[in-house]
């Protein structure tokens, strides 16, 4: 369904003497129809940045993100015109960002209806499946009608994944997002993400829970050597990784 | 993909102020687009864009990028120097609207688009009373029934969160952010298919900020309306556009989608602009 293509990205930052900071290099990779393919390796080494650049957050400075799209036609997406980005984004591709960030004075209900309703869904059809999803990860039904400000930061992290899946993307894209929830939210986020798999959903999630990895994944890339590595492999620890690590 | 049409699409539009020289006609980076030679302003320069059905395409820059003098000429209330521009649904995208009489500019301006200005003394008429102001417009689109005026422009003022017991009061008497409000109502009194925003929560203080880009944002998703808002305030462009053009001295030095634009800005002042966000 994708095939990222020697993708690469370079931040040029003018306002720093045009520093040059080498977000990752040269990363190839498929991902067919209900399939997982999980990203790992240490902070820094650009998990997030090509997570970014395929939902094109980022701008790619080379390579391409060759994505079938739903009526069978193909498109780079690294290159494609924004409002196709858009349009993309709307319809098909969905994006699990790492920090939660929804539109300011909407209910977590409205959220979850809204990004139905503009998919076609019926309005009470939507109402009834968001109920359904916010019980399915135990948000309690008093917060339903009350603004995602409010919430803590694990309610707000399992609305954020709510609000992907709710919509049925083809692709999506998950950044972390089992990273600041307690044992029994995983529990439930990864259920659905594995109803959502199942259901013919690709997925790329950079993950950094070796439970979530295990459970989920069904290939695992590593950063570092740009290959893929078997699930459950512990890999060695690379000192200047480690280095730069700290560094940062 | 399939192919879109867009709503507007303005090609090449120049705004100068003076009749510029070789010097400004060769050179196109000036500082805050004024020629040193000749001392022309170059407002806007060589801006090309489109805008799609139910977007909103937000234009943000310093002051004196040139952001709102754009706004002014789609919506003439400044003359073009030069450029094209066209609107889909004015024979069908066929003629260029800054070559068209004055009669026809009235007609596009009370059909087919609508404007919101920061200073709402711009967009209202201080001294009729708020739904007078919103009739006039319907009038201005050939409505001559009293009835289905006041019922029209009723329904407009509740949907702002007017209260029909000020319907009869001078706008100069409301607040910021019911003049604004008003203003709103104002221009998309005819369910024109494209609003010019211009600045429109800039003077206002943040509650009342939040409710007018609620609202906007609540009418353009009900309408789909497309929409073109300028602003300096990166937040509400973030809050607001779906993609972005960055203009410096007249011109747009960066667009793309908006996150893109907040993210991983590629131009030295969008870099500075977002690095300056609190």
């Known amino acids: ?72 036609s193909k498109i780079d997406l690294a290159s494609a015109d924004p409002c196709d980005i858009i349009e993309l984004r709307n319809t098909e591709i969905g994006y699990v960002s790492q920090f939660f960030s929804v539109i300011p004075r909407v209910s977590a209900m409205d959220i979850l209806i809204s990004a139905q309703t503009s998919r076609g869904v019926h309005a009470k059809q939507a109402r009834e499946r968001a109920e359904e999803y916010l019980s399915k990860v135990g948000i309690a039904p008093k917060l339903w009608d009350m603004y995602p400000a409010t919430f803590s930061g694990g309610e707000k992290q399992r609305l954020n994944i709510v609000n992907a899946l709710i919509t049925r993307p083809r692709l999506l ?29 690709a997925m790329i999630g950079v993950f950094h829970d070796q439970i979530a990895i295990e459970t989920l994944a069904d290939k695992r890339f590593d950063m570092r050597t740009r290959s893929l590595v078997p699930i459950g492999y512990d890999l060695p620890i690379d000192e200047g990784m480690l280095q730069e690590e700290e560094a940062i | 993909m399939k192919n879109r049409t867009p709503v507007l699409e ?3 539009i120049t705004v100068r102020f003076g009749d510029g020289c070789p010097y400004c006609r060769e050179h196109t980076e000036l500082e805050k687009g004024r020629c040193p030679v000749c001392r022309t302003i170059w407002a806007v320069r060589d801006v090309s864009f489109r805008l799609y059905e139910g977007e909103i395409l937000g234009i943000v820059g310093e002051s004196g990028s040139g952001k709102s003098t754009l706004l002014k000429t789609l919506y003439f209330d400044q003359p073009a120097t030069s450029g094209d521009c066209r609107i889909a649904r004015y ?8 070559d068209t009489s004055s009669q026809q500019k009235r007609y596009l301006r009370n059909h087919l688009m609508g404007m919101v200005y920061q200073n709402p003394i711009l967009g209202l008429r201080m001294k009729i009373s708020a739904g007078a102001n919103v009739a006039e417009k319907l009038i201005a689109a050939g409505n001559r029934n009293a009835g289905s005026m006041i019922g029209r422009t009723e329904e407009l003022l509740q949907h702002v969160e007017i209260s029909l017991d000020r319907l009869r009061d001078q706008p100069r008497y409301f607040s910021g952010g019911m003049q604004q409000r008003v203003q709103i109502s104002k221009a998309t009194a005819n369910n024109p298919p494209i609003l010019f925003l211009d600045e429109v929560t800039t003077g206002l203080d943040l509650s009342v900020q939040a409710k007018v880009l609620d609202l906007i944002r609540s009418i353009q998703k009900e ?20 993609r972005t053009m960055v203009m410096l001295g007249g011109r747009v030095v960066e667009e793309g989608l908006t996150d893109q634009i907040m993210e991983d800005p590629m131009h030295a002042y969008t870099q500075t602009l977002v690095n300056s966000l609190l």
């Open chain 1, 1 to 72: 369904m994708i095939s990222v293509q020697n993708l690469s990205k370079e931040f040029v930052i003018h306002i720093r003497k045009d520093a040059h900071i080498n977000g990752f290099d040269s990363i190839s990779f498929d991902v067919k129809p209900s399939e997982l393919f999980a990203i790992t390796g240490p902070s820094g080494c650009g998990k997030s940045s090509l997570l970014k650049s395929i939902y094109r957050t980022y701008t790619p400075t080379g390579g391409k993100v060759i994505y079938t799209c739903a009526d069978g």
């Open chain 2, 91 to 98: 024979h069908d995208g066929q003629k260029n609207i800054f």
């Open chain 1, 173 to 201: 894209l998950l950044d972390e997002p089992t990273a600041s929830l307690d044992a029994k939210s995983k529990e439930w986020v990864m259920s659905l993400i594995l109803d959502l798999k199942a259901q013919g959903t």
């Open chain 2, 223 to 242: 309408l789909g309306i497309a929409m073109m808002i300028v602003s300096h305030d990166l937040s509400v462009i973030r809050m607001m556009s779906d």
């Open chain 2, 10 to 12: 303005g090609s090449h």
